[in-house]
Structures are given as C-alpha cells and as structure tokens.
C-alpha cells in the first residue's frame, strides 16, 4: 500500500482545511485508513481513523466534533475536513493504512506528512 497525502498549510485559528490522502494497492477493504499528528517534541498521536470496508469512523475526544474523516472509493482516497483550527492542532499530519491478519502483529503502512500550522 501507498498513501500520498496533501492539502496542509498555514491558516488562522477557528478556520477550515481539508487535507486529502490518495491510496494505491490491493485488498483496500482489509484496511483502516487514518490521521495521526505529530507535533514539535511530541510523540505521533492518533486523530482519526475510517473502515474502507464499512466507513466506520473513530476520533481522538481531541478533535470530536472538529474534524470528520471520509473517503471517496472511486478515487482512492480519504480526507480529513478540519474545522475550528487551534493552535494546538498545529502539527505534521500523516496518513496510514492499518492491516490486522490475525494470529500476526498489525501492519502500518506510512505517506509522507504534510504540515498544518494554526497562528492564533
């Protein structure tokens, strides 16, 4: 699997960005796709996550209400709508795709982040 995310950039706090991620391989419905964050001395943190098999959806309580996650299955690719940006959701955004094939570990595959800064 591949992700190529995009869409980061700098904005205002209490303003919008959507952030796209284009997902290339097989076997999509096996996967969770998602957002994690990383931001300046901070470990990875998880924001969000989606089914491509049922578009089940998870969200950090940080972001609840915030931000939605979605995808398109045509075009092969999830978003992340962000609205009400703070300065705290200033951050490297990337893009994952999760494999569980039970007995083994789960597998993640990484894109490339993209960077989302907030000024207040």
């Known amino acids: 699997v591949q992700l190529q995310a995009s869409g980061g950039g700098e904005v205002q706090a209490g303003d919008s960005l959507k952030l796209s991620c284009a997902v290339s391989?097989?076997?999509?419905?096996?996967?969770?796709l998602g957002w994690f964050r990383q931001a300046p001395g901070k470990e990875r943190e998880f924001v969000a996550s989606i089914s491509w098999f049922d578009s089940a959806t998870y969200y950090a309580d940080s972001v609840k209400g915030r931000f939605t996650i979605s995808k398109d299955g045509a075009k092969n690719t999830i978003y992340l709508q962000m609205d009400d940006l703070r300065s705290e959701d200033t951050a490297i955004y990337y893009c994952s795709a999760e494999i569980v094939i039970i007995p083994f570990k789960p597998k993640v595959y990484w894109g490339q982040g993209t960077q989302v800064t907030v000024s207040s």
């Open positions: 391989g097989r076997n999509l419905d096996s996967y969770r």
